[in-house]
């Protein structure tokens, strides 16, 4: 595969990488970036344990150096094909791969804590996290299920706030959709009461920043969803459209936004790939991820919109089952990379 283009460069400060559940395949596809596309070794730190890292170095191809820094502010200085790890994280004994592990949650939660506070302090530009493990956060005692909530926690307490005060919504993407999601882990039937025109509202609110503001789009088309099947169909199939989701939807179109719906959310992602929306805004989870997984996972990327620092994410979980082995694919991984720092890029240049 060909390295990728990098964008012109937006200010000093590196991508943190989390190395992710050390039980898991993140570690290794981590490094595996690193043997793959060397020019990444100086514009990225990698937050987690060093043992932990040297041990994916070895699965990943074979012979690669490990870089051990300080701080985020050596990454510039590290050389091609090597693996610049920050070790602000020790683990006691390396957890075996592909078993849920208390040490491995408590591992993945630190770095991720950790390399927060480096964003919010400016150390860092962004952050791309590689995947935890649900259940392993909950056996180290973390009471949040993921990143997403994670950094809402960690961004609202350092500026005083509760994680209310301060929303924040998923984006899955690739290169043929877009989709942000209203909800994100909640039960399904909690998922449905969630949608009300607050909701909605701030969820548009924040879509229209990320692309017009963030990101300097002169317009942006969103289209919504609806919740019940055919949108509803007039209140035959449910009320949600009508009671929630429309007034949200005049609301934006009333301050000047491009913005459509509710639309049967059967036929919306396909018209969305097909060009005619540039976002598309789901109801719940599955609603909106299952059209951008089945698209593929390889360029997949989770992005975090709403927080005062960019993070993204693959688009894929642990993979207990191919960790250790040398077999994960690092694409999705190189693409949050890539997004990341584009994304870091814009938010330095509007910053001057």
């Not at 981590?30 to 994916?56: I, K, Q």
């Not at 995947?131 to 609202?156: F, M, S």
């Not at 350092?158 to 999601?181: I, K």
């Not at 018209?271 to 109801?283: N, Y």
Request: aromatic share 4%; with cysteine; proline share 8%.
């Amino acid at each position: 595969m060909d390295a990728p283009r990098l964008p012109a460069d937006g200010g000093d400060a590196p991508i943190a990488i989390t190395m992710g559940d050390a039980a898991g395949i993140g570690p290794e596809i981590v490094a595996e970036v690193f043997r793959r596309w060397p020019e990444w070794s100086s514009r990225c730190v990698v937050v987690g344990d060093l043992a932990v890292m040297r041990r994916a170095a070895q699965v990943s191809g074979g012979l690669l150096p490990v870089a051990v820094l300080d701080g985020p502010g050596q990454a510039a200085h590290v050389p091609p094909r090597c693996v610049p790890v920050w070790p602000v994280v020790s683990i006691p004994a390396l957890p075996r791969f592909g078993e849920i592990s208390a040490v491995a949650g408590r591992a993945a939660a630190d770095a991720v804590i950790a390399a927060a506070h480096a964003a919010l302090r400016g150390e860092v530009g962004a952050i791309v996290t590689a995947p935890l493990h649900k259940a392993a956060l909950a056996a180290a005692g973390v009471d949040v299920p993921g990143h997403t909530e994670l950094l809402q926690r960690i961004a609202a307490q350092a500026r005083g706030l509760t994680p209310a005060e301060l929303p924040v919504r998923m984006m899955l993407s690739n290169d043929a959709l877009r989709t942000v999601l209203v909800s994100i882990h909640v039960a399904l039937r909690e998922a449905i009461e969630a949608v009300t025109e607050a909701a909605v509202w701030e969820t548009l609110r924040i879509t229209h920043d990320h692309f017009c503001g963030l990101l300097g789009w002169p317009r942006c088309r969103i289209a919504v969803a609806g919740l019940n099947p055919h949108a509803g169909e007039g209140g035959l199939f449910g009320r949600e459209e009508i009671d929630a989701i429309a007034p949200a939807i005049a609301r934006a179109q009333a301050a000047g936004w491009a913005v459509t719906g509710p639309h049967p959310p059967d036929t919306v992602f396909m018209r969305a790939r097909a060009g005619e929306f540039d976002v598309v805004i789901a109801m719940y989870h599955d609603q909106g991820l299952i059209p951008v997984k089945y698209l593929g996972l390889e360029r997949g990327v989770n992005t975090t919109l709403g927080l005062p620092f960019v993070r993204t994410s693959p688009d894929h979980g642990t993979a207990f089952d191919l960790a250790g082995r040398g077999l994960a694919d690092p694409s999705s991984l190189l693409a949050a990379l890539e997004s990341a720092w584009a994304m870091r890029a814009r938010r330095a240049t509007a910053a001057v």
